[in-house]
Protein backbone atom coordinates (compact mmCIF):
# COMPACT_ATOMS: atom_id res chain seq x y z
CA UNK A 1 0.00 0.00 0.00
CA UNK A 2 1.45 3.46 -1.30
CA UNK A 3 1.68 5.54 1.75
CA UNK A 4 -0.49 9.07 1.65
CA UNK A 5 0.76 12.35 2.12
CA UNK A 6 -0.91 14.04 5.18
CA UNK A 7 -1.00 17.67 6.41
CA UNK A 8 -2.15 18.05 10.29
CA UNK A 9 -3.46 20.98 11.08
CA UNK A 10 -3.65 22.34 14.32
CA UNK A 11 -0.58 19.38 15.38
CA UNK A 12 0.10 20.15 19.09
CA UNK A 13 -3.68 19.90 20.29
CA UNK A 14 -5.07 16.29 21.54
CA UNK A 15 -5.72 15.38 17.36
CA UNK A 16 -2.89 16.50 16.22
CA UNK A 17 -0.50 14.44 18.21
CA UNK A 18 -2.86 11.56 18.39
CA UNK A 19 -2.50 12.17 14.64
CA UNK A 20 1.27 11.70 14.85
CA UNK A 21 1.29 8.67 17.21
CA UNK A 22 -0.39 6.92 14.44
CA UNK A 23 2.18 8.14 12.08
CA UNK A 24 5.14 6.55 14.41
CA UNK A 25 3.38 3.48 15.07
CA UNK A 26 2.50 3.20 10.70
CA UNK A 27 5.36 4.98 8.88
CA UNK A 28 4.57 3.04 5.66
CA UNK A 29 1.00 4.15 5.47
CA UNK A 30 1.21 7.74 6.14
CA UNK A 31 3.80 10.36 5.27
CA UNK A 32 3.58 14.01 7.13
CA UNK A 33 3.97 16.24 4.30
CA UNK A 34 2.78 19.89 6.61
CA UNK A 35 2.30 20.87 9.71
CA UNK A 36 0.67 23.67 11.31
CA UNK A 37 -0.44 24.45 14.55
CA UNK A 38 -1.63 27.77 16.67
CA UNK A 39 1.59 28.66 18.50
CA UNK A 40 0.65 28.00 22.05
CA UNK A 41 2.70 25.43 22.54
CA UNK A 42 6.13 26.12 20.13
CA UNK A 43 8.50 23.99 21.63
CA UNK A 44 6.65 21.28 20.91
CA UNK A 45 5.69 22.57 17.07
CA UNK A 46 9.45 23.00 16.93
CA UNK A 47 9.85 19.67 18.04
CA UNK A 48 7.57 18.12 15.66
CA UNK A 49 8.79 20.01 12.67
CA UNK A 50 12.19 18.74 13.70
CA UNK A 51 11.23 15.50 13.59
CA UNK A 52 9.00 14.77 10.82
CA UNK A 53 10.54 16.75 8.39
CA UNK A 54 7.35 18.10 6.79
CA UNK A 55 7.47 20.05 3.04
CA UNK A 56 5.53 23.09 5.02
CA UNK A 57 5.02 23.95 8.30
CA UNK A 58 3.94 27.26 10.08
CA UNK A 59 2.00 28.99 12.68
CA UNK A 60 -1.35 31.02 12.60
CA UNK A 61 -4.46 30.70 10.17
CA UNK A 62 -2.78 32.02 7.33
CA UNK A 63 -0.40 28.52 7.63
CA UNK A 64 -2.85 26.88 7.86
CA UNK A 65 -4.68 27.40 4.91
CA UNK A 66 -1.99 27.51 2.72
CA UNK A 67 -1.08 24.15 3.81
CA UNK A 68 -4.62 23.09 3.75
CA UNK A 69 -4.23 24.03 -0.52
CA UNK A 70 -0.82 22.53 -0.51
CA UNK A 71 -1.14 19.04 -2.61
CA UNK A 72 -1.77 15.66 -0.58
CA UNK A 73 -3.75 13.43 -0.48
CA UNK A 74 -5.49 14.22 3.31
CA UNK A 75 -5.96 16.92 5.26
CA UNK A 76 -6.84 16.57 8.67
CA UNK A 77 -7.87 19.51 10.25
CA UNK A 78 -7.30 19.46 13.86
CA UNK A 79 -7.98 23.21 14.34
CA UNK A 80 -10.08 24.27 17.20
CA UNK A 81 -13.08 27.04 16.38
CA UNK A 82 -14.11 28.94 13.68
CA UNK A 83 -10.62 30.19 12.69
CA UNK A 84 -10.65 26.53 10.90
CA UNK A 85 -13.10 27.75 8.12
CA UNK A 86 -10.74 29.05 5.74
CA UNK A 87 -8.45 25.64 6.09
CA UNK A 88 -11.52 23.56 5.92
CA UNK A 89 -12.22 25.24 2.57
CA UNK A 90 -9.01 25.16 1.08
CA UNK A 91 -8.24 21.65 1.41
CA UNK A 92 -11.82 21.01 -0.49
CA UNK A 93 -10.86 23.30 -3.49
CA UNK A 94 -7.73 21.22 -3.55
CA UNK A 95 -9.54 18.24 -4.04
CA UNK A 96 -7.92 16.31 -0.39
CA UNK A 97 -9.74 14.33 1.55
CA UNK A 98 -10.74 16.29 4.63
CA UNK A 99 -10.54 14.27 7.92
CA UNK A 100 -12.30 17.14 9.90
CA UNK A 101 -12.07 17.40 13.77
CA UNK A 102 -12.67 20.79 13.50
CA UNK A 103 -16.78 20.88 13.57
CA UNK A 104 -17.00 24.58 14.20
CA UNK A 105 -16.08 24.81 10.42
CA UNK A 106 -18.74 22.96 8.68
CA UNK A 107 -21.39 23.89 11.64
CA UNK A 108 -20.58 27.82 10.33
CA UNK A 109 -20.00 27.17 7.17
CA UNK A 110 -22.71 24.86 6.27
CA UNK A 111 -24.21 25.30 2.61
CA UNK A 112 -20.88 27.22 1.84
CA UNK A 113 -18.72 23.86 2.89
CA UNK A 114 -21.33 21.71 1.51
CA UNK A 115 -21.16 22.62 -1.98
CA UNK A 116 -17.45 23.12 -2.16
CA UNK A 117 -16.99 19.05 -1.34
CA UNK A 118 -17.55 16.35 -3.87
CA UNK A 119 -19.69 13.34 -2.47
CA UNK A 120 -17.08 11.51 0.07
CA UNK A 121 -14.80 14.05 -0.22
CA UNK A 122 -15.16 15.06 3.98
CA UNK A 123 -14.56 12.31 6.64
CA UNK A 124 -15.58 12.86 9.82
CA UNK A 125 -13.26 12.25 12.51
CA UNK A 126 -15.80 13.24 15.43
CA UNK A 127 -16.02 10.16 17.31
CA UNK A 128 -19.91 10.07 17.28
CA UNK A 129 -19.52 11.08 13.31
CA UNK A 130 -17.18 8.56 12.84
CA UNK A 131 -19.41 5.92 14.40
CA UNK A 132 -22.45 6.80 12.36
CA UNK A 133 -20.26 6.39 8.98
CA UNK A 134 -18.98 3.30 10.55
CA UNK A 135 -22.50 2.21 11.26
CA UNK A 136 -24.12 3.45 7.62
CA UNK A 137 -22.08 0.58 5.62
CA UNK A 138 -24.94 -1.49 7.01
CA UNK A 139 -27.57 -0.45 4.81
CA UNK A 140 -28.36 2.00 1.85
CA UNK A 141 -29.23 5.78 2.29
CA UNK A 142 -32.99 5.03 1.93
CA UNK A 143 -32.73 2.53 4.67
CA UNK A 144 -32.06 4.56 7.68
CA UNK A 145 -34.82 5.94 10.21
CA UNK A 146 -32.81 7.95 12.59
CA UNK A 147 -29.76 8.49 13.84
CA UNK A 148 -28.89 8.45 17.41
CA UNK A 149 -25.97 10.51 18.87
CA UNK A 150 -24.67 9.39 22.22
CA UNK A 151 -23.44 11.72 24.65
CA UNK A 152 -21.63 10.87 28.01
CA UNK A 153 -24.27 13.61 29.78
CA UNK A 154 -20.58 15.51 31.56
CA UNK A 155 -19.95 15.51 34.69
CA UNK A 156 -23.11 16.88 35.81
CA UNK A 157 -25.56 14.48 34.50
CA UNK A 158 -28.76 13.97 36.64
CA UNK A 159 -28.51 17.58 38.58
CA UNK A 160 -31.01 19.67 39.07
CA UNK A 161 -31.21 23.15 37.25
CA UNK A 162 -31.11 24.59 40.94
CA UNK A 163 -28.04 22.24 41.51
CA UNK A 164 -25.89 23.89 38.71
CA UNK A 165 -26.50 27.27 39.74
CA UNK A 166 -23.16 27.52 41.32
CA UNK A 167 -20.64 24.80 39.66
CA UNK A 168 -17.25 26.15 39.29
CA UNK A 169 -14.88 26.02 36.46
CA UNK A 170 -13.45 23.13 37.89
CA UNK A 171 -16.16 21.08 38.04
CA UNK A 172 -17.17 21.99 34.88
CA UNK A 173 -13.78 20.38 33.93
CA UNK A 174 -13.93 17.50 35.28
CA UNK A 175 -15.22 15.13 32.14
CA UNK A 176 -15.72 11.54 33.37
CA UNK A 177 -14.14 10.21 30.39
CA UNK A 178 -12.31 12.43 27.93
CA UNK A 179 -9.12 14.86 29.02
CA UNK A 180 -9.72 17.66 26.42
CA UNK A 181 -9.53 21.53 26.03
CA UNK A 182 -11.27 24.21 28.18
CA UNK A 183 -14.10 25.11 25.49
CA UNK A 184 -14.71 21.46 24.42
CA UNK A 185 -14.83 20.40 27.74
CA UNK A 186 -16.89 23.46 29.60
CA UNK A 187 -19.19 22.17 25.93
CA UNK A 188 -19.53 18.70 27.16
CA UNK A 189 -20.92 19.73 30.85
CA UNK A 190 -23.05 21.93 29.26
CA UNK A 191 -24.53 19.89 26.34
CA UNK A 192 -23.67 22.71 23.24
CA UNK A 193 -21.23 20.09 21.87
CA UNK A 194 -23.53 17.45 21.51
CA UNK A 195 -26.31 20.59 20.45
CA UNK A 196 -23.00 21.20 17.83
CA UNK A 197 -22.88 17.56 17.18
CA UNK A 198 -26.49 17.33 16.25
CA UNK A 199 -26.09 20.38 13.60
CA UNK A 200 -23.35 18.35 12.36
CA UNK A 201 -24.84 14.77 11.70
CA UNK A 202 -27.45 17.26 10.23
CA UNK A 203 -24.40 18.31 7.49
CA UNK A 204 -23.01 15.37 7.12
CA UNK A 205 -25.46 12.59 6.64
CA UNK A 206 -28.34 15.09 4.94
CA UNK A 207 -30.86 13.74 7.99
CA UNK A 208 -33.58 15.83 8.65
CA UNK A 209 -33.50 16.89 12.25
CA UNK A 210 -36.50 15.24 13.41
CA UNK A 211 -34.36 12.12 12.73
CA UNK A 212 -31.60 12.81 14.72
CA UNK A 213 -31.61 12.03 18.58
CA UNK A 214 -29.77 12.04 21.48
CA UNK A 215 -29.51 9.41 24.13
CA UNK A 216 -27.21 9.84 27.33
CA UNK A 217 -24.75 7.04 27.42
CA UNK A 218 -22.34 7.55 30.39
CA UNK A 219 -20.33 4.64 29.86
CA UNK A 220 -19.17 5.94 26.37
CA UNK A 221 -18.45 2.53 25.06
CA UNK A 222 -21.03 2.67 22.42
CA UNK A 223 -19.78 5.78 20.03
CA UNK A 224 -23.31 6.35 18.24
CA UNK A 225 -25.89 4.46 16.07
CA UNK A 226 -28.12 4.39 13.28
CA UNK A 227 -31.64 2.99 13.40
CA UNK A 228 -32.81 1.15 10.05
CA UNK A 229 -36.16 1.26 8.78
CA UNK A 230 -36.75 -2.68 9.69
CA UNK A 231 -36.01 -2.05 13.35
CA UNK A 232 -32.53 -3.01 12.77
CA UNK A 233 -29.73 -0.75 15.16
CA UNK A 234 -26.10 -0.98 14.27
CA UNK A 235 -23.84 1.03 16.28
CA UNK A 236 -19.99 1.04 16.89
CA UNK A 237 -18.44 -0.20 19.80
CA UNK A 238 -14.67 0.66 21.33
CA UNK A 239 -13.05 2.52 24.29
CA UNK A 240 -13.57 6.00 24.47
CA UNK A 241 -10.57 7.65 22.88
CA UNK A 242 -10.31 9.25 19.97
CA UNK A 243 -7.47 7.11 18.08
CA UNK A 244 -10.14 5.14 15.82
CA UNK A 245 -11.98 8.03 14.25
CA UNK A 246 -8.47 9.79 13.80
CA UNK A 247 -7.30 6.74 12.17
CA UNK A 248 -9.78 6.09 9.37
CA UNK A 249 -9.70 9.70 8.95
CA UNK A 250 -6.43 9.43 7.80
CA UNK A 251 -7.23 5.81 6.07
CA UNK A 252 -10.32 5.75 5.21
CA UNK A 253 -11.89 3.88 4.15
CA UNK A 254 -9.35 1.41 4.94
CA UNK A 255 -8.79 0.25 8.63
CA UNK A 256 -5.10 1.12 10.27
CA UNK A 257 -4.00 -2.40 12.33
CA UNK A 258 -3.74 -2.01 15.80
CA UNK A 259 -4.95 1.53 16.09
CA UNK A 260 -6.84 0.89 19.35
CA UNK A 261 -6.81 -1.53 22.14
CA UNK A 262 -10.41 -3.44 21.54
CA UNK A 263 -12.97 -3.75 24.37
CA UNK A 264 -11.77 -6.58 26.94
CA UNK A 265 -14.98 -8.91 26.79
CA UNK A 266 -13.82 -11.12 29.78
CA UNK A 267 -14.65 -8.72 32.40
CA UNK A 268 -18.10 -7.65 33.47
CA UNK A 269 -19.48 -4.61 32.56
CA UNK A 270 -23.24 -2.81 33.01
CA UNK A 271 -23.76 0.07 30.10
CA UNK A 272 -26.54 2.52 31.16
CA UNK A 273 -28.79 4.58 28.50
CA UNK A 274 -30.90 7.66 29.89
CA UNK A 275 -32.85 10.38 28.12
CA UNK A 276 -31.64 13.71 28.04
CA UNK A 277 -33.17 15.98 30.10
CA UNK A 278 -33.77 18.90 27.94
CA UNK A 279 -35.12 20.84 30.91
CA UNK A 280 -32.05 21.10 32.94
CA UNK A 281 -29.73 21.22 29.57
CA UNK A 282 -31.24 22.92 26.65
CA UNK A 283 -28.28 23.87 24.42
CA UNK A 284 -29.63 20.71 22.61
CA UNK A 285 -32.99 21.74 21.85
CA UNK A 286 -31.38 25.29 21.04
CA UNK A 287 -28.96 23.99 18.24
CA UNK A 288 -31.69 22.42 16.27
CA UNK A 289 -33.49 25.43 16.43
CA UNK A 290 -30.24 27.11 14.99
CA UNK A 291 -29.69 24.54 13.00
CA UNK A 292 -33.40 24.61 11.43
CA UNK A 293 -32.69 28.16 11.18
CA UNK A 294 -29.95 27.53 8.73
CA UNK A 295 -27.97 30.70 7.12
CA UNK A 296 -25.65 32.01 9.63
CA UNK A 297 -27.96 31.18 12.77
CA UNK A 298 -25.51 27.70 13.67
CA UNK A 299 -22.39 30.57 13.40
CA UNK A 300 -23.99 32.82 15.74
CA UNK A 301 -25.04 29.76 18.05
CA UNK A 302 -20.93 28.93 18.31
CA UNK A 303 -19.28 32.16 18.44
CA UNK A 304 -22.00 33.34 21.26
CA UNK A 305 -21.09 29.98 23.35
CA UNK A 306 -17.14 30.21 23.16
CA UNK A 307 -17.42 33.90 24.39
CA UNK A 308 -19.70 33.05 27.73
CA UNK A 309 -17.57 30.01 27.81
CA UNK A 310 -14.83 32.16 28.69
CA UNK A 311 -16.31 34.66 30.88
CA UNK A 312 -17.77 31.77 33.02
CA UNK A 313 -14.00 30.59 33.05
CA UNK A 314 -13.20 34.24 34.27
CA UNK A 315 -15.73 34.17 36.80
CA UNK A 316 -17.92 37.03 34.78
CA UNK A 317 -21.11 34.39 33.93
CA UNK A 318 -22.90 31.73 35.99
CA UNK A 319 -22.78 28.06 34.65
CA UNK A 320 -26.48 28.12 33.82
CA UNK A 321 -26.26 31.57 32.01
CA UNK A 322 -23.85 30.16 29.05
CA UNK A 323 -26.66 28.52 27.32
CA UNK A 324 -28.90 31.71 28.24
CA UNK A 325 -26.87 33.99 26.50
CA UNK A 326 -26.38 32.07 23.44
CA UNK A 327 -30.17 32.23 23.84
CA UNK A 328 -30.38 35.44 23.73
CA UNK A 329 -28.30 36.35 21.62
CA UNK A 330 -29.56 33.97 18.59
CA UNK A 331 -33.01 35.94 19.35
CA UNK A 332 -31.59 39.30 18.59
CA UNK A 333 -29.83 38.21 15.19
CA UNK A 334 -31.84 38.22 11.78
CA UNK A 335 -30.52 35.57 9.76
CA UNK A 336 -30.24 36.46 5.98
CA UNK A 337 -32.90 35.89 3.52
CA UNK A 338 -30.27 35.12 1.07
CA UNK A 339 -29.29 31.85 2.18
CA UNK A 340 -26.60 31.65 0.02
CA UNK A 341 -23.65 32.28 2.43
CA UNK A 342 -20.27 33.70 1.43
CA UNK A 343 -17.27 33.35 3.80
CA UNK A 344 -17.68 37.21 4.87
CA UNK A 345 -21.42 36.17 5.83
CA UNK A 346 -20.02 33.52 7.85
CA UNK A 347 -17.19 35.54 9.83
CA UNK A 348 -19.56 38.98 9.74
CA UNK A 349 -21.94 36.71 11.88
CA UNK A 350 -19.31 35.45 13.86
CA UNK A 351 -18.06 38.73 14.94
CA UNK A 352 -21.68 40.23 15.65
CA UNK A 353 -22.35 37.24 18.04
CA UNK A 354 -19.46 37.67 20.01
CA UNK A 355 -19.46 41.80 20.10
CA UNK A 356 -23.73 41.18 20.90
CA UNK A 357 -22.64 38.51 23.70
CA UNK A 358 -19.60 40.63 25.07
CA UNK A 359 -21.87 43.35 25.70
CA UNK A 360 -24.67 40.95 27.12
CA UNK A 361 -22.44 39.45 29.47
Known amino acids: MTARDI ?24 RVVGLTAGGSNPDLFEAQVAEFSPAFSG ?7 EAAGR ?7 GITGAVGLRPTLAA ?9 ANKESLIIGGPLV ?12 DSEHSAIAQSLRAGSAEEVRRLVLTASGGPFRGRTAGELADVTPEQALAHPNFAMGRVITTNSATLVNKGLEVIEAHLLFDIPFDRIDVVVHPQQLIHSMVEFI ?3 VVAQLGLPTMLVPISLGMGWPDRVPDAETPIDWTKAADWRFEPLDNGVFPAVTLARSAGERGGTAPAVYNAANEVAVDAFHEGRLRFPDIVATVAHVLDRHDVPSNQHL ?20
Open 59 to 65: LGEEAST
Open 92 to 100: LDAGATLAL
Open 71 to 77: PCDVVLN
Open 230 to 232: DGA
Open 7 to 30: VILGSTGSIGTQALDLVRAHPDRF
Open 342 to 361: TVDDVLAADDWARAEAAALI
Open 114 to 125: KERARPGQIVPV
